[in-house]
């Protein structure tokens, strides 16, 4: 089809499951699923293989974003974005149990440890924490890799991993290399690079769903860390010219915003494709044909779209992310 993508785009949620997964994906972002089984996690935005983002509700519906990547690249995209996949990945995420203590790659060790394969620097926004939730990210100032190995054999990784007890708002940048996991009570939304490789390096000493332990992935895993890194924190939001907009990250990797809005925001315009969610309210994007989004909905506005008006229908909260 050789129409262009000038509208903001919706797509079908990829539902994933796994052993620490709850409720509160179908409870509070209503991401149906035929069965009462826990949710993990619900991929908004991937192209990522197998794992394609349909279209719904456009001239494209049912068409996989790597197709409409692969026809409508700057039109999608912007012209300085590579073309060959959509760059980035958006999701959410249920944490009832604690995730693996785990890491990811950066470009280059993911290039050497699991060809093709990208590295992964992934940013979260917390919606929900229950009390006494833990965040883990970064070892502790000093630590090396023999008292690391050490910890792992002990499980005795309190001694070793840096954590904090997050509150809602909180955003955590955990760069490739950052030695991480989310805790028990969590619901969060997640950007990274599009990229699926994790090495698993602890598991709370836990069975998997077929009864026996989830491999661990230690020689790859230790490759990956960076050892000089040290502990993480929540990020610092900077403020920008517009009272509404806050920037949350500003990395190689992606830009992080956060619209707090109570009246209407013209977001984009700048040559920039960018994946828009609600955290919390209800929104408008663009003028007309206005896509309604829900709180945990999200949509894609291409580059050639330009700039969007979106209207809160009473005070409403959205993420903004893109490539730099």
Not at 32 to 37: A, D, F, N, T, Y
Not at 177 to 206: K, M, P
Not at 227 to 233: N, T
Not at 284 to 295: C, H, I, M, Y
Request: hydrophobic share 35%.
């Amino acid at each position: 089809m050789n129409k262009t993508p000038y509208q903001p785009l919706r797509f079908r949620p990829l539902l994933r499951n796994y052993i620490w997964g709850g409720q509160r994906l179908s409870t509070l972002l209503q991401k149906s699923r035929p069965s009462k089984e826990p949710l993990a996690e619900s991929w908004e935005i991937v192209d990522l293989g197998e794992h394609q983002s349909r279209l719904i509700d456009s001239p494209w519906a049912g068409m996989p974003l790597h197709e409409l990547v692969t026809e409508h690249g700057e039109s999608l995209l912007g012209v300085n974005s590579p073309q060959e996949s959509f760059p980035l990945l958006f999701k959410y995420l249920d944490c009832r149990l604690n995730l693996s203590i785990q890491v990811h790659p950066n470009d280059q060790r993911a290039a050497r440890l699991d060809p093709p394969g990208r590295g992964k620097t992934e940013a979260w926004v917390v919606l929900e924490a229950e009390a006494k939730s833990r965040i883990y990210a970064g070892l502790k100032q000093g630590v090396g890799r023999e008292e690391f190995i050490a910890s792992l054999q002990q499980g005795n990784i309190d001694s070793t991993l840096h954590w904090f007890e997050p509150g809602v708002g909180d955003c955590i940048l955990v760069p490739a290399g950052c030695v991480h996991a989310l805790g028990a009570g969590l619901l969060v939304a997640e950007i990274q690079q599009s990229s699926d490789t994790t090495y698993r390096l602890f598991d709370w000493n836990r069975l998997g769903s077929d009864g026996q332990p989830r491999p661990l992935h230690l020689e790859a895993g230790l490759e990956a860390i960076d050892f000089e890194a040290g502990p993480v924190m929540p990020q610092i939001p900077i403020a920008t010219d517009s009272p509404q907009r806050e920037t949350l990250v500003d990395c190689p990797s992606f830009v992080l915003d956060r619209f707090t809005l109570q009246r209407p925001e013209t977001i984009g315009g700048d040559g920039h494709c960018r994946i828009l969610s609600v955290l919390a309210g209800e929104v408008e994007v663009g003028s007309e044909q206005p896509l309604k989004l829900a709180r945990g909905e999200t949509c894609l506005v291409p580059a050639a779209a330009g700039a969007q008006t979106v209207v809160p229908a009473s005070k409403s909260i959205v993420l903004s992310a893109r490539q730099p």
